[in-house]
């Protein structure tokens, strides 16, 4: 269900327009500079940008060191956490590189270095003609999973959520065509659980992102020891359904090909307890994404407000703060007169 690339501008307002046109400006010139650098320079293009946001970036680097304190306390040493850091922000960069490189008809060249494991496992659960919910975390360049999937013969859709703004909107949709990404915007609602639906029940693959922090209207479940607000959508769509869930997840390897592992399925349970039942499936989900990250805790993006939201309400001790300009400048002079 791609949007039509030439009625988005045309149905903007014109500041709007305006607004769409610059930031497209931006996407074609980062777009452009990867193709002439090419996918190997380009993947080191972004480790480079990587360590200098390290070194720079002080409330990103606090906030991933904060995040990798709460998962693992003392189970790893200060040196192990700050390693993992630098890792992981340099697979982020590399793999936000790579989807600017995969663009277009260069697209071709990232899909040859995408390779796919337990297939059977996703075969097994679209047997029974439900479809297939595939679960998965910001990890290698998840953009392309479910391109990575058509290719195959699958029919795929991602679930994706739009920009407030218009212009930002259009620039997501536009974007999402570059690389052939084939996607279900949450809004509006009405027209997105039709859309599922309608994708479950023709035995298709819905993918969504489901590693993020729900401020509202989330299941609390265990994710590495501690309380996290999981939006229970993919819980909900399989009970209604009988679609089963999949974990699917693109991992970066050494060579910087990539690898997508399929899991296998997890069944939500359709008894007279809707809650239990929705409870459980997210909590299995949520624990098979903590799995794969602790298999390799570099391959995920720990620059998340992950815990956050909490029962109680807002966890501040899981957030870091920004320092106010103004009120760094006070404290220095009342030192000083002090």
């Known amino acids: 269900m791609p949007v039509d690339r030439h009625s988005i501008p045309k149905i903007l307002h014109p500041v709007d327009r305006l607004l769409y046109l610059c930031s497209m400006g931006g996407i074609y010139t980062l777009t452009g500079f990867t193709g002439l650098l090419g996918r190997t320079r380009t993947l080191q293009f972004g480790r480079l940008l990587s360590r200098m946001l390290f070194a720079v970036a002080g409330r990103l680097r606090r906030k991933i060191l904060l995040n990798l304190d709460l998962a693992f306390e003392t189970a790893l040493t200060p040196t192990q956490k700050k390693h993992i850091a630098r890792k992981s922000l340099a697979h982020f960069c590399a793999n936000w590189a790579e989807a600017f490189f995969a663009t277009g008809h260069r697209l071709s060249t990232s899909m040859q270095t995408i390779n796919i494991e337990g297939?059977?496992?996703l075969e097994k659960a679209l047997a029974p003609g439900h479809g297939v919910i595939a679960v998965s975390a910001h990890?290698?360049?998840?953009?392309?999973?479910?391109?990575?999937?058509?290719?195959?013969?699958?029919?795929?859709?991602?679930v994706v959520r739009d920009l407030d703004s218009p212009a930002g909107s259009a620039m997501y949709a536009r974007c999402r065509e570059l690389i052939t990404l084939d996607a279900l915007p949450t809004v509006p609602e009405k027209k997105f659980?039709?859309?599922?639906?309608?994708?479950?029940?023709?035995n298709g693959i819905l993918c969504i992102i489901s590693d993020e922090n729900k401020r509202h209207g989330g299941v609390f479940v265990d994710f590495f020891g501690r309380n996290a607000s999981t939006a229970p959508g993919p819980a909900v769509l399989a009970r209604r359904t009988g679609a089963a869930i999949v974990p699917v997840f693109i991992i970066r390897n050494s060579n910087d090909t990539q690898t997508i592992h399929i899991h296998e399925a997890i069944i939500c349970a359709r008894s007279d307890d809707?809650?239990?039942?929705?409870?459980?499936?997210?909590a299995a989900f949520t624990q098979a994404i903590e799995q794969q990250i602790r298999q390799d805790p570099t391959q995920w993006p720990w620059n998340t407000w992950r815990w956050r939201t909490q029962p109680h309400g807002k966890d501040e001790s899981a957030k870091i703060h920004k320092r106010n300009l103004f009120t760094r400048v006070r404290k220095f002079f009342k030192r000083f007169r002090g």
């Open 193 to 202: 659980f039709k859309g599922t639906l309608r994708l479950l029940r023709s």
């Open 119 to 121: 297939k059977e496992h």
């Open 139 to 158: 990890m290698g360049t998840y953009q392309l999973i479910g391109p990575r999937l058509s290719k195959e013969g699958y029919t795929s859709l991602t």
């Open 274 to 282: 809707a809650q239990r039942d929705i409870q459980d499936a997210t």
